[in-house]
């Protein structure tokens, strides 16, 4: 089945600073989304991106289908972006999602 | 907003017990999913469902089993619940439109079992 792998596993960031997060996957993709899980285990959808870029507030994310990897930026990072950040693809009829290890960020104050 | 729920955040059982994990989703998607996630292992499929009453297995099948009677309900139901079951159970929807399939996921359900 498909791969995927994210980096890096963990990142501490002071508040105010900017990051990136990257996502690659091992074979051409038909859904790639990035998601935020909280501390309570919710996952939160952040985008929606199997090609090109989207925004959203301090948030913005790029895929490169045909390069097969995704990033996902954060700029001027506050306490609350802390948690887990994963990145899932599917590549399949099925829409089933496989999900790479995830990236757990700190924010520091 | 999509709105994927779930029946407890919070389940203690016993080892043995027949325990029923319920989710439903308000968005008349076709698709519904049933996730495990654990330390070090992440989130791996355990059933999925594309239709009322109908079904195909995940990854990890094994000691589940799902119902889907109506389209807005999937079901997760372990026979006989074992320690090695305690996890956290996530469950989505997706709305099977042709070139656009975007998940949804629900609180989760934190099960322990004794």
């Known amino acids: 089945g498909i791969q995927v792998e994210q980096s890096p596993p963990d990142l501490i960031l002071q508040e105010g600073a900017n990051s990136t997060l990257r996502c690659n996957f091992s074979?051409?993709?038909?859904?790639l989304q990035w998601f935020h899980q909280n501390p309570w285990g919710q996952l939160i959808n952040l985008f929606y991106i199997p090609s090109g870029t989207k925004q959203n507030g301090r948030l913005s994310a790029t895929t490169v289908a045909t390069e097969r990897y995704s990033l996902l930026y954060i700029s001027s990072s506050q306490t609350t972006d802390s948690g887990v950040y994963f990145c899932?693809?599917?590549?399949?009829?099925?829409?089933?999602?496989?999900f790479g290890g995830g990236t757990r960020l700190m924010v520091k104050p | 907003d999509v709105k994927v729920t779930q029946s407890s955040r919070y389940l203690v059982k016993r080892t043995g017990e027949k325990v029923f994990l319920e989710c439903v989703q308000d968005?008349?998607?076709?698709?519904m999913f049933w996730y495990r996630q654990d330390p070090g292992l992440g989130l791996r499929l355990i059933y999925f469902s594309y239709d009322v009453k109908m079904k195909e297995k995940g990854d990890i099948p094994e000691g589940y089993s799902v119902s889907r009677e109506k389209k807005e309900r999937f079901s997760l139901i372990l026979e006989s619940a074992s320690t090695n079951q305690t996890s956290m159970y996530l469950c989505?929807?997706?709305?099977?439109?042709?070139?656009?399939?975007?998940?949804?996921f629900g609180p989760g359900t934190r099960l322990t079992v004794l």
């Open positions: 989505a929807s997706s709305p099977g439109t042709s070139g656009y399939n975007e998940q949804f």
């Open positions: 968005m008349d998607h076709e698709n």
């Open positions: 074979d051409s993709v038909n859904n």
């Open positions: 899932a693809v599917n590549n399949n009829a099925g829409n089933m999602l496989t």
